[in-house]
Nanobody, 120 residues
Framework: QVQLVESGGGLVQAGGSLRLSCAAS????????MGWYRQAPGKQRELVAT???????NYADSVKGRFTISGDNAKNTVFLEMNSLKPEDTAVYYC??????????????WGQGTQVTVSS
């Protein structure tokens, strides 16, 4: 099994910054890609940013220029640096890894979620 543990959420004023971290542990053969998603109350979960093992990144339009995703492959950890936060960024943030647990077996794993609240 694979476990993802998130940290770094909290309450911040608009314009402030937060840094989220998510570390994977367990039976990990390799990691294909890592990402962050968020879900606001009453809304569907949406993609925030993803990063491949090779370092290619993808961002939602709403966070481009404000958020930066990065990864530490050696430590199976992904980070999300969030700057210029807005009240509409308020949500529960979930990390997601696609993990291969063997040469032929892989799947999506999710963190437990961390609350980010941005006050106006």
């Amino acid at each position: 099994q694979v476990q993802l543990v998130e940290s770094g959420g909290g309450l911040v004023q608009a314009g402030g910054s937060l840094r989220l971290s998510c570390a994977a542990s367990g039976i990990i053969f390799s990691i294909r890609d890592m990402g962050w998603y968020r879900q606001a109350p009453g809304k569907q979960r949406e993609l925030v940013a993803t990063i491949t093992r090779g370092g290619s990144t993808n961002y939602a339009d709403s966070v481009k220029g404000r958020f930066t995703i990065s990864g530490d492959n050696a430590k199976n950890t992904v980070f999300l640096e969030m700057n210029s936060l807005k009240p509409e960024d308020t949500a529960v943030y979930y990390c997601n890894f696609f993990v291969f647990t063997s040469w032929t077996s892989g799947g999506d794993y999710w963190g437990q979620g961390t609350q980010v609240t941005v006050s106006s």
